[in-house]
């Protein structure tokens, strides 16, 4: 199974329709959205191309394909209007022998990771808007960055995920 994994959308409807793009540009299986999809939250401005009904639309249409996680910006609310689950706080997902916990990561991070992280899985979070791929003390940490709100000058990406492997690449 290829799985594509997005985090940070924040309601901006042209990542939204890229994310998508891409995601049938892979040939991807599933969906995997580490939260805060529709709400901006109150440190971040506006995405130039705000439009969080037009997203809930979109990735409605995508409902079955979707896996998600609850950011610390979704809300019950926003459970309302997507149909699809988001208010999960983690997940696992595996790819051959690879365990993913997957998060938003406003509990886990690299700094604060889950104590039953088994060694050698990758713990996958958003919610820095910084991407990045690394190992630390025993396990692999990476993040897709928010495609827009992207902090400490790292580029737009996703992570793609397939046969025990995960590769961060740019938009």
């Known amino acids: 199974m290829k799985i594509m994994v997005a985090s940070d959308i924040h309601g901006s409807i042209g990542w939204a329709g890229r994310i998508i793009e891409k995601y049938k540009e892979t040939g991807a299986d599933k969906l995997l959205l580490l939260g805060d999809l529709l709400y901006h939250g109150p440190r971040n401005d506006l995405p130039s191309d705000y439009a969080p009904k037009e997203v809930i639309a979109l990735l409605n249409e995508y409902k079955k394909d979707i896996l998600?996680?609850?950011?610390?910006?979704?809300?019950?609310?926003?459970?309302?209007?997507?149909?699809?689950?988001?208010?999960?706080?983690?997940?696992?997902?595996?790819?051959?022998?690879?365990?993913?916990?997957?998060?938003?990561?406003?509990?886990?991070?690299?700094?604060?990771?889950?104590?039953?992280?088994?060694?050698?899985?990758?713990?996958?979070?958003?919610?820095?808007?910084?991407?990045?791929?690394v190992i630390k003390d025993g396990f692999r940490y990476m993040n897709p960055g928010s495609p827009s709100i992207?902090?400490?000058?790292?580029?737009?990406?996703?992570?793609?995920?397939?046969?025990?492997?995960?590769?961060?690449?740019?938009f």
């Open 68 to 133: 998600a996680v609850r950011g610390n910006c979704d809300t019950e609310v926003d459970q309302m209007v997507l149909e699809f689950p988001i208010m999960a706080e983690y997940i696992y997902v595996t790819s051959g022998d690879l365990t993913i916990f997957a998060t938003h990561g406003h509990h886990h991070s690299d700094t604060n990771p889950p104590v039953f992280l088994p060694e050698g899985a990758i713990l996958m979070t958003g919610h820095t808007h910084v991407a990045c791929d």
């Open 150 to 170: 992207p902090k400490n000058g790292t580029m737009p990406s996703y992570i793609l995920v397939e046969d025990g492997k995960a590769e961060l690449i740019a």
